[in-house]
């Protein structure tokens, strides 16, 4: 009987293995590798017997394999041991200095999709707050916000996402949520969708050690873009919880449009911060200022947002005595508003927001609405318009 209970253990252990999901290569050419990393799994460990993306790439990109490096290859960026999707390996020091620049200036866009225990009541949230080590918990790395009293050294720290979809997992109200964080935290994401009110599902720690049902955590890298030399690229996954997943209410699809409407939000969310006025500090600036590009950019936008609307109110109060000058002006504010929509096209588009110099140029997308207001105003003060405006009537 003893020996059955080994044999069967043993046949456990070797089905589990063979069952467990694989680190695969996306794509790879003379600079990098892009690796879909499994769940489960450590970037490195000093333990050289246990399974790791170290192991991985030993054995299958052995000549890659710097001894000069403690860890042996380029870890420029890392996912959690229970986060799965893509990564991208540098192979060589220039090369990895390359991707590393595009990390530190915030020109990399990286999109995850999780599900989140309980209904999201709002389609998009965007949490800006610092994140810092959880003093309580030493034996292991927990983070959590700033509101905490418990919170070390937090640093700030901000994620947006969008909701997909609203459905059941486990028979479990869930969300389907598409997530874009714009900092780099430890624990970020899982930090901010707990400070919410909705873990990830599967999150051990972040539920206080209560969701242990579910085989993994489900939060997964799905889309990495980034710049090198004068090329950008762009890698996706599909949507890997499908199987998983009852899906009852459709927010979104998950699509480039989904992705557009997440960027756009980003757009938004800057020039109404600055446009009402909120002080920010030099680093918080930059933060905000969608991964890095030149806040005077924002700047602009936002004054001429409120040249427009100080603007369309005047429009209002000249209707009262010049009818023509103000149907005149409503015209040009419509060209104004044309100019600005393509404005924000472009500065989604060429991923301006994402690098300063570009974001610089996109100033000129600017100054035809200030052109076009100027033209507004001149209009306003010649005397013969301002002459027919008495004799005519709408």
């Not at 714009?182 to 400070?195: D, E, K, L, Y």
């Not at 504010?333 to 393509?342: A, N, S, V």
Request: charged share 25%; hydrophobic share 40%; glycine share 4%.
């Amino acid at each position: 009987m003893f020996i059955l209970i080994i044999l069967f253990n043993i046949v456990r252990h070797y089905f589990k293995g063979f069952n467990k999901p694989k680190t695969k290569l996306v794509y790879k050419n003379s600079n990098f590798l892009i690796i879909d990393k499994a769940y489960d799994l450590k970037i490195n460990s000093n333990n050289k017997l246990e399974e790791t993306l170290q192991t991985y790439l030993k054995r299958n990109f052995t000549n890659l394999a710097n001894k000069n490096l403690k860890h042996e290859y380029y870890f420029v960026h890392r996912l959690d041991f229970a986060t799965s999707g893509i990564m991208c390996i540098p192979k060589n020091k220039n090369a990895c200095k390359i991707v590393a620049e595009a990390f530190s200036q915030r020109l990399t866009k990286k999109y995850y999709l999780a599900l989140v225990r309980g209904i999201v009541s709002q389609e998009i949230v965007d949490i800006n707050r610092a994140i810092g080590q959880d003093l309580r918990y030493r034996d292991i790395e927990k983070m959590c916000t700033i509101n905490t009293s418990t919170c070390l050294k937090p640093r700030e720290a901000r994620t947006v996402f969008i909701v997909l979809e609203y459905g059941l997992f486990g028979n479990y109200p869930c969300t389907k949520i598409l997530i874009r964080p714009i900092t780099g935290r430890r624990h970020q994401i899982r930090v901010h969708c707990s400070h919410l009110g909705h873990t990830i599902v599967g999150d051990y720690t972040y539920s206080n050690k209560k969701d242990v049902e579910p085989y993994r955590m489900f939060l997964n890298s799905t889309r990495l873009c980034f710049p090198f030399n004068e090329e950008s690229y762009d890698f996706s996954m599909k949507d890997v919880f499908n199987k998983d997943w009852q899906n009852i209410k459709t927010l979104n699809v998950f699509n480039d449009c989904a992705f557009r409407k997440l960027d756009s939000a980003l757009v938004v969310a800057v020039v109404s911060s600055a446009t009402l006025g909120e002080v920010h500090t030099e680093k918080q600036s930059t933060a905000l200022s969608a991964d890095g590009s030149n806040w005077s950019l924002y700047n602009v936008a936002a004054l001429t947002t409120a040249v427009i609307a100080v603007s369309v109110g005047l429009a209002g109060l000249i209707s009262l005595f010049l009818p023509v000058t103000a149907y005149k002006l409503c015209l040009m504010l419509g060209g104004c508003q044309d100019t600005m929509d393509r404005y924000v096209d472009r500065f989604i588009a060429d991923g301006s927001g994402y690098n300063a110099k570009r974001g610089k140029r996109s100033l000129e997308y600017v100054a035809p609405i200030l052109n076009t207001l100027a033209a507004a105003y001149d209009k306003y003060a010649d005397n013969d318009l301002k002459k027919k405006s008495n004799t005519l009537r709408f």
